[in-house]
């Protein structure tokens, strides 16, 4: 039988292999980076081939809806919900809508050891941990199970995630009445082994047991500038925040420690996977300067006609106004296309793997 994948550049990690194997011969393991690969058992392989046909890499569409999306400025209408959110609430509209209709939200979240992971929600409470972008790959591992009985039980079911996991719930739920995906305009994803690192040397220059994180805090104005900025952090026992940027650092401007399948990413496209794509909204202010809000604005995308109903269904929460889509595309870099390779990604790897996390630090500060 074929591999899931020939090379790692085509491969997400999106789980959908795993998901759909009638022998239960594949598993996702991590590699030295970080990242989960499906490692496929031969013994128990059935030769049936559904990895490799269902696999949003290699089907020729990837998934992603022909018809051009339209485009929408939102802001969710209370102040409450924009400063817990990353941009400008949309997120908090969509899932308010599906919990409210009895529905089930996924989405990623911290777990006790602060890795990232995908949960259940049924509650806002719940939902609330969804909130605030996470800048490391999620574990998916076994949300599809979880998704497949709540569809079956008739439950309306929010899916969010990223472009590439978004295709992947695609491929194993194809159609659905009763399923919404969203995910984000993605500028890649981190790998979750430097993120592992990175909390023990915070924890070490401390001395103390991270209690909590957050990326893109509003501590500092929600605008382009400061897109990279706002990692706060709390050490167990003590009551005021930290900053640090040295993890931002090394994803935006070396944009070595991401996923290879991201410098080759196929959903890097105004056509998505999804039924609504999310993201800020920056540029907002000088193209819609009276719908600008200090405190976010969200871009969105509606793709498909459940995303449509989707949206209708959340509109009573939040401001909206409808902006052409070439606007988004002159805003939104990763509408058009992945970020490139760094030359010396090997010899980064190759540091890290031989010094540790503080030596490559030093080298891109």
């Known amino acids: 039988m074929e591999s899931v994948f020939s090379k790692k550049h085509s491969c997400s990690g999106c789980g959908a292999c795993e998901s759909i194997c009638p022998a239960a011969a594949i598993t996702m393991l991590p590699d030295e980076e970080g990242f989960l690969y499906p490692l496929i058992n ?12 269902l696999c949003p890499f290699r089907k020729k569409d990837h998934y992603k809806s022909e018809a051009e999306p339209s485009c929408y400025a939102l802001r969710h209408k209370s102040a409450e919900v924009l400063k817990q959110s990353t941009s400008g609430g949309a997120f908090t509209a969509f899932s308010d809508s599906v919990l409210a209709l009895g529905g089930i939200v996924y989405g990623a979240v911290f777990d006790g050891d602060l890795r990232v992971v995908h949960r259940r929600a049924s509650t806002p409470e719940e939902r609330n941990a969804m909130r ?13 199970r979880d998704i497949g009985n709540d569809l079956a039980a008739g439950k309306k079911v929010l899916f969010t995630g990223t472009p590439c996991q978004s295709a992947g719930i695609r491929a194993v739920f194809p159609a659905d009445s009763n399923l919404f995906l969203c995910d984000v305009i993605c500028h890649s994803v981190p790998s979750p082994r430097v993120w592992e690192d990175y909390k023990k040397l915070l924890e070490t ?5 991270l209690s909590w994180v957050q990326f893109r805090s509003k501590k500092y104005p929600w605008n382009r500038a400061n897109s990279n900025k706002g990692f706060l952090y709390k050490i167990s026992g003590e009551d005021d925040d930290r900053g640090d940027d040295r993890f931002y650092t090394l994803f935006i401007n070396g944009n070595a420690i991401v996923r290879p399948s991201c ?28 719908f600008y809000d200090p405190l976010g604005v969200s871009l969105v995308l509606v793709n498909t006609p459940q995303g449509k109903n989707l949206l209708g269904l959340s509109a009573a929460a939040a401001s909206l106004e409808e902006r052409p889509v070439c606007e988004a595309l002159s805003l939104q870099q990763r509408l058009s296309a992945p970020g490139p390779e760094p030359p010396d990604r090997k010899d980064f790897w190759k540091q890290y793997h031989e010094a540790g ?4 630090i030093v080298r891109n500060s």
């Open 42 to 53: 031969r013994t128990a392989c059935v030769g049936c081939g559904k990895c490799v046909v």
């Open 132 to 144: 605030f972008s996470k800048y490391v790959q999620s574990d998916l591992r076994g949300i599809c």
């Open 205 to 209: 220059e401390c001395r103390g047991k």
């Open 357 to 360: 996390l503080s030596a490559v």
């Open 263 to 290: 410098y080759r990413c196929p959903f890097a496209d105004i056509k998505r996977t999804s039924d609504i794509t999310m993201a800020d909204y920056f540029g907002i202010e000088k193209s819609a300067p009276n």
